[in-house]
């Protein structure tokens, strides 16, 4: 039952023969009458307040040669409560809502060798802080994780190995309430076959 509007506007242009992509966007979304607690029973969700965000996108692909190329992207945006009463008549007008963090950033690389059927990528991603309650009282730190795979044709398809969160860096992904967070992945290695059919 929630009820909202949004408007997005953009360009994306190619450049140097198309070894260069460019996108870039604003936008203004807002959501009215979303799910909260009530105000005069916090074990009872409600649909009240009004919530926007507004902001930036862009991104660029750069593909120097046939083998190489390199993506990148980044977000930067403003996201509130317009309107928020919660329980014992607190008022979030104006504040963050939970888990939005209003900057986030990456760039990806990949290389494909001519002379062997392998593939190799590897990237930054990042985010800025986000609030962890609606309050704004429980600041939780950005985060930036690095991530790697290498890929081999094999077949009728790719034997590809991934390294998630080189670095092992200790970091919360999400908050489900105020004492409660959900910790990112550390460092992992996966290992897939992707069919091509």
Known sequence: LTTGRSWEGGVKSTLAQGKVELTASVFDVMQD???????????????GGRQSSRGVEASVSLIPTPALRIDANATFM???????????????????????????????????????????GAGVRGQGQFSGNNANTRELKGFTV????????????????????LTDAFYVEWAATANQMLVGMPRVAEVSYQFRF
């Open 78 to 120: 403003r996201a509130q409560f317009d309107e928020l009463i919660e329980a014992g008549g607190a008022n979030r007008a104006g504040n963050v809502p939970t888990n939005v963090p209003e900057r986030l950033a990456g760039v990806w690389a990949t290389y494909r060798f001519s002379a062997m059927p392998l593939t190799l």
């Open 33 to 47: 009458d979303i799910l909260t607690r009530d105000p005069n029973n916090a074990n009872i969700t409600i649909q």
């Open 146 to 165: 690095v991530d790697a795979q290498a890929s081999w044709r094999l077949g009728p398809g790719d034997l590809i190995v991934r390294g998630k969160n």
